[in-house]
Protein backbone atom coordinates (compact mmCIF):
# COMPACT_ATOMS: atom_id res chain seq x y z
CA UNK A 1 0.00 0.00 0.00
CA UNK A 2 1.46 3.30 -0.90
CA UNK A 3 1.22 6.83 1.28
CA UNK A 4 -0.91 9.64 0.16
CA UNK A 5 0.86 12.36 -1.91
CA UNK A 6 0.29 14.99 1.05
CA UNK A 7 2.43 12.43 3.55
CA UNK A 8 4.97 11.34 0.38
CA UNK A 9 5.56 15.21 -0.31
CA UNK A 10 6.64 15.67 3.35
CA UNK A 11 9.58 13.43 3.71
CA UNK A 12 12.81 15.29 3.42
CA UNK A 13 16.49 14.55 2.48
CA UNK A 14 18.67 17.77 3.26
CA UNK A 15 21.78 15.47 1.88
CA UNK A 16 20.49 14.62 -1.44
CA UNK A 17 19.16 18.41 -2.36
CA UNK A 18 22.32 19.86 -1.18
CA UNK A 19 23.94 17.23 -3.49
CA UNK A 20 21.81 17.77 -6.26
CA UNK A 21 21.66 21.65 -5.96
CA UNK A 22 26.02 21.72 -5.83
CA UNK A 23 26.27 18.85 -8.87
CA UNK A 24 24.47 20.72 -11.02
CA UNK A 25 24.81 24.67 -10.16
CA UNK A 26 21.50 25.38 -9.13
CA UNK A 27 20.68 27.06 -6.21
CA UNK A 28 19.35 24.78 -3.06
CA UNK A 29 15.66 26.51 -3.57
CA UNK A 30 15.57 25.58 -7.14
CA UNK A 31 16.91 21.34 -6.07
CA UNK A 32 14.34 21.58 -2.95
CA UNK A 33 11.58 22.33 -5.65
CA UNK A 34 12.50 20.09 -7.83
CA UNK A 35 13.08 17.37 -5.24
CA UNK A 36 9.24 17.93 -5.04
CA UNK A 37 9.01 17.52 -8.64
CA UNK A 38 10.72 13.92 -8.57
CA UNK A 39 9.14 12.97 -5.14
CA UNK A 40 5.33 13.29 -7.40
CA UNK A 41 6.98 11.51 -10.01
CA UNK A 42 7.81 8.58 -7.50
CA UNK A 43 4.59 8.28 -5.80
CA UNK A 44 2.66 8.40 -9.23
CA UNK A 45 5.24 5.53 -10.56
CA UNK A 46 4.07 3.58 -7.40
CA UNK A 47 -0.06 4.40 -8.03
CA UNK A 48 0.68 3.40 -11.52
CA UNK A 49 -1.82 0.14 -12.24
CA UNK A 50 -2.82 -1.93 -15.62
CA UNK A 51 -6.00 0.50 -15.63
CA UNK A 52 -3.47 3.55 -15.87
CA UNK A 53 -1.74 4.89 -18.32
CA UNK A 54 1.88 5.07 -18.96
CA UNK A 55 3.70 8.31 -18.07
CA UNK A 56 6.94 8.63 -19.83
CA UNK A 57 9.91 11.20 -18.53
CA UNK A 58 10.67 12.89 -21.88
CA UNK A 59 14.06 14.29 -22.61
CA UNK A 60 12.69 18.02 -21.54
CA UNK A 61 11.84 17.05 -17.99
CA UNK A 62 15.45 15.64 -18.22
CA UNK A 63 16.51 17.52 -15.04
CA UNK A 64 13.50 15.38 -13.07
CA UNK A 65 15.29 12.40 -14.43
CA UNK A 66 18.65 13.54 -13.31
CA UNK A 67 17.41 13.79 -9.67
CA UNK A 68 16.23 10.10 -10.21
CA UNK A 69 19.86 9.43 -10.91
CA UNK A 70 20.92 11.23 -7.86
CA UNK A 71 18.64 9.90 -5.21
CA UNK A 72 19.63 6.37 -6.58
CA UNK A 73 23.17 7.04 -5.16
CA UNK A 74 21.64 7.43 -1.98
CA UNK A 75 20.59 3.96 -2.50
CA UNK A 76 19.58 3.25 1.14
CA UNK A 77 17.94 6.37 1.81
CA UNK A 78 16.02 5.61 -2.18
CA UNK A 79 14.90 1.73 -0.69
CA UNK A 80 13.60 3.22 2.15
CA UNK A 81 11.49 6.01 0.60
CA UNK A 82 9.97 3.68 -1.90
CA UNK A 83 8.83 1.02 0.44
CA UNK A 84 7.93 3.93 2.78
CA UNK A 85 5.98 5.71 0.23
CA UNK A 86 5.67 4.19 -3.09
CA UNK A 87 4.75 0.87 -1.87
CA UNK A 88 7.16 -0.86 -4.12
CA UNK A 89 10.92 0.07 -5.64
CA UNK A 90 10.33 2.46 -8.33
CA UNK A 91 12.55 0.42 -11.23
CA UNK A 92 14.80 2.87 -13.04
CA UNK A 93 14.34 1.51 -16.58
CA UNK A 94 16.40 3.56 -19.32
CA UNK A 95 15.28 3.19 -22.74
CA UNK A 96 17.31 0.57 -24.67
CA UNK A 97 19.90 1.20 -27.18
CA UNK A 98 18.27 -1.16 -29.41
CA UNK A 99 15.00 0.60 -29.24
CA UNK A 100 17.28 4.13 -29.58
CA UNK A 101 18.43 3.31 -32.79
CA UNK A 102 15.48 1.31 -34.23
CA UNK A 103 13.71 4.79 -33.30
CA UNK A 104 15.95 6.75 -35.18
CA UNK A 105 15.62 4.38 -37.74
CA UNK A 106 11.88 4.88 -38.31
CA UNK A 107 12.40 8.55 -38.04
CA UNK A 108 14.54 8.83 -41.20
CA UNK A 109 12.41 6.24 -42.92
CA UNK A 110 8.66 8.48 -41.40
CA UNK A 111 9.41 11.31 -39.44
CA UNK A 112 5.57 11.67 -39.47
CA UNK A 113 4.63 8.60 -38.09
CA UNK A 114 7.34 9.49 -35.51
CA UNK A 115 6.02 12.59 -34.56
CA UNK A 116 2.83 11.48 -34.33
CA UNK A 117 3.66 8.61 -31.86
CA UNK A 118 5.53 10.95 -29.74
CA UNK A 119 2.53 13.41 -29.46
CA UNK A 120 0.42 10.52 -28.61
CA UNK A 121 2.57 9.32 -26.06
CA UNK A 122 3.18 13.19 -25.09
CA UNK A 123 -0.88 14.01 -24.79
CA UNK A 124 -1.54 10.31 -22.59
CA UNK A 125 1.25 11.11 -20.22
CA UNK A 126 0.08 15.17 -19.81
CA UNK A 127 -3.41 13.74 -19.07
CA UNK A 128 -2.76 11.11 -16.61
CA UNK A 129 0.16 13.57 -14.75
CA UNK A 130 -3.05 15.88 -14.95
CA UNK A 131 -5.69 13.53 -13.56
CA UNK A 132 -3.23 12.47 -11.03
CA UNK A 133 -1.68 15.30 -9.90
CA UNK A 134 -3.44 17.93 -11.13
CA UNK A 135 -3.42 21.00 -13.82
CA UNK A 136 -0.82 23.15 -11.72
CA UNK A 137 2.29 19.87 -12.02
CA UNK A 138 0.98 18.84 -15.39
CA UNK A 139 2.07 22.62 -16.74
CA UNK A 140 5.35 22.75 -14.77
CA UNK A 141 6.36 19.69 -15.68
CA UNK A 142 5.80 20.36 -19.43
CA UNK A 143 5.96 23.46 -19.59
CA UNK A 144 7.27 25.65 -16.98
CA UNK A 145 10.61 22.52 -16.10
CA UNK A 146 11.34 22.74 -20.05
CA UNK A 147 11.23 26.17 -20.30
CA UNK A 148 13.55 26.73 -17.22
CA UNK A 149 15.98 23.53 -17.88
CA UNK A 150 15.32 22.59 -21.64
CA UNK A 151 16.91 19.13 -22.43
CA UNK A 152 20.20 19.35 -20.32
CA UNK A 153 22.57 17.04 -20.46
CA UNK A 154 20.96 15.69 -24.11
Known sequence: MTATLEATLEYQNKELVYYFSNYNGISLAEAEELFIDLKKWLWLCGQLDDSSRTVHLFQEQDIIDQFWHCFLLFTRDYI?????????????????????????????????????????????????????????????????????????GA
Open 80 to 152: IFCETYCGTIICHHPEPHLRRVRQKEKLRSNPGLVIKENLSLLRESMEEVGRVLGAETAWRWYHDIPVRYGAR
